[in-house]
């Protein structure tokens, strides 16, 4: 198989281009620069895309002759500017669309993510089409608009799926940890409540393994999946958790209606600190319901919880060792 990955730098971009090159597949990865190779996986063949998936013209070139285009390019900062979201989540897939059409590459494989359906409510065995409300924030919004309008340009000569994966976490992760770990030396992280919500957490092996399934499997065409681990934890036990694999001291507790509120402010009058919908996403449920992916991907997961964690603690360790 002939792949193309758009974002080959970012975590799990780089995990699916290496484990695509492990199956023996043939790998093309798209980075804004140069500079951002040392995060791609060795092997993958690599080519400069500064701008991105503004031009479907560029995109389509290094399509060509593909068997499937993966998009994992995305933004999920809470704080950045809700134009440049929507040009990249929305107009940036819209072109990733056309681009594979033009190029007639017959499979393109979106990476979304859960809080697609974040709403700020509670969201329990959470189904792809359970969405209730318009989600919060502006990540969310456009994430959920881009796959709109990915899914709907899925037909017999194009086949569009979209991978929502839980909260993606293992050893190589340098989004969100970082972000837990700054939190974890202020004191814990924090749960913004008392910490007895349900979440799904995703292992990168997991979502990769979904990706490449995705791109092969029948029936997927114009349909959002939901990849989570198997394991169903409280947020405080995931957070306990994941806070012994990286050292860190237990997460802390606090009273949501005050957490909210403050956020609320932050996000009418600016302000540090977390926004209404990073609130949500930790303190409410967040339990989705993976029966699509048993069934139209068979997905299985290949690296248990516990096996990841002794890896992230490894990985976590080492780097802690370097930078010391």
Same mark, same amino acid.
């Given at each position: 198989?002939?792949?193309? /990955?758009?974002?080959?730098?970012?975590?799990?971009?780089?995990?699916?281009? $290496?484990?695509?090159?492990?199956?023996?597949?043939?790998?093309?990865?798209? /980075?804004?620069?140069?500079? #951002?190779?040392?995060?791609?996986?060795?092997?993958? /063949?690599?080519?400069?895309?500064?701008?991105?998936?503004?031009?479907?013209?560029?995109?389509?070139?290094?399509?060509?002759? $593909?068997?499937?285009?993966?998009?994992?390019? %995305?933004?999920?900062?809470?704080?950045?500017?809700?134009?440049?979201?929507?040009?990249?989540?929305?107009?940036?897939?819209?072109?990733?669309?056309?681009?594979?059409? =033009?190029?007639?590459?017959?499979? *393109?494989?979106?990476? #979304?993510?859960?809080?697609?359906?974040?709403?700020? %409510?509670? &969201?329990?065995?959470?189904?792809?089409?359970?969405?209730?409300?318009?989600?919060?924030?502006?990540?969310?919004?456009?994430?959920?608009?881009?796959?709109?309008?990915?899914?709907?340009? #899925?037909?017999?000569?194009? @086949?569009?799926?979209?991978?929502?994966?839980?909260?993606?976490?293992? $050893?190589?992760? &340098?989004?969100?940890?970082?972000? =837990?770990?700054?939190?974890?030396?202020?004191?814990?992280?924090?749960?913004?409540?008392?910490?007895?919500?349900?979440? #799904?957490?995703?292992?990168?092996?997991?979502? *990769?393994?979904?990706?490449?399934?995705?791109?092969?499997?029948?029936?997927?065409?114009?349909?959002?999946?939901?990849?989570?681990?198997?394991?169903?934890?409280?947020?405080?036990?995931?957070?306990?958790?994941?806070?012994?694999?990286?050292?860190?001291?237990?997460?802390?507790?606090?009273?949501?209606?005050?957490?909210?509120? &403050? $956020?609320?402010?932050?996000?009418?009058?600016?302000?540090?600190?977390?926004?209404?919908?990073?609130?949500?996403?930790?303190?409410?449920?967040?339990?989705?319901?993976?029966?699509?992916?048993? @069934?139209?991907?068979?997905?299985?997961?290949?690296?248990?919880?516990?096996? %990841?964690?002794?890896?992230?603690?490894?990985?976590?360790?080492? *780097? %802690?060792?370097?930078?010391?």
């Amino acid at each position: 198989m002939r792949a193309v /990955v758009l974002g080959a730098n970012g975590f799990v971009g780089s995990s699916l281009s $290496a484990r695509l090159l492990e199956l023996g597949h043939e790998v093309i990865g798209s /980075v804004r620069s140069m500079a #951002s190779e040392p995060d791609a996986a060795p092997g993958a /063949v690599l080519s400069v895309m500064a701008s991105g998936l503004a031009d479907p013209v560029a995109i389509a070139e290094l399509a060509r002759g $593909a068997d499937v285009l993966f998009c994992c390019a %995305g933004d999920h900062d809470s704080r950045s500017s809700p134009r440049a979201l929507a040009w990249l989540h929305v107009a940036g897939v819209e072109n990733v669309v056309a681009a594979a059409r =033009f190029a007639e590459v017959p499979r *393109v494989v979106l990476l #979304s993510c859960a809080d697609a359906t974040l709403t700020g %409510g509670e &969201r329990v065995h959470w189904k792809e089409d359970s969405l209730l409300a318009q989600p919060l924030g502006a990540v969310a919004r456009t994430k959920l608009l881009g796959e709109e309008v990915a899914l709907h340009g #899925s037909d017999a000569r194009l @086949t569009v799926t979209s991978i929502r994966p839980a909260l993606v976490w293992g $050893a190589g992760e &340098r989004r969100n940890l970082p972000a =837990f770990c700054a939190e974890g030396l202020a004191g814990g992280i924090r749960l913004f409540g008392a910490g007895s919500n349900l979440l #799904s957490s995703a292992h990168i092996d997991l979502v *990769v393994d979904a990706l490449i399934a995705a791109a092969t499997a029948p029936d997927v065409g114009g349909k959002a999946i939901h990849v989570a681990d198997s394991d169903t934890w409280t947020a405080r036990e995931l957070f306990e958790k994941l806070s012994t694999a990286l050292g860190l001291p237990a997460p802390r507790r606090s009273v949501y209606a005050f957490e909210h509120a &403050r $956020a609320l402010l932050r996000a009418r009058f600016g302000g540090d600190g977390p926004l209404p919908e990073d609130i949500a996403r930790r303190a409410k449920h967040g339990l989705l319901d993976c029966l699509r992916a048993a @069934t139209l991907l068979d997905l299985q997961p290949r690296t248990s919880f516990d096996d %990841g964690l002794r890896a992230l603690s490894a990985w976590a360790a080492k *780097v %802690g060792r370097r930078r010391a």
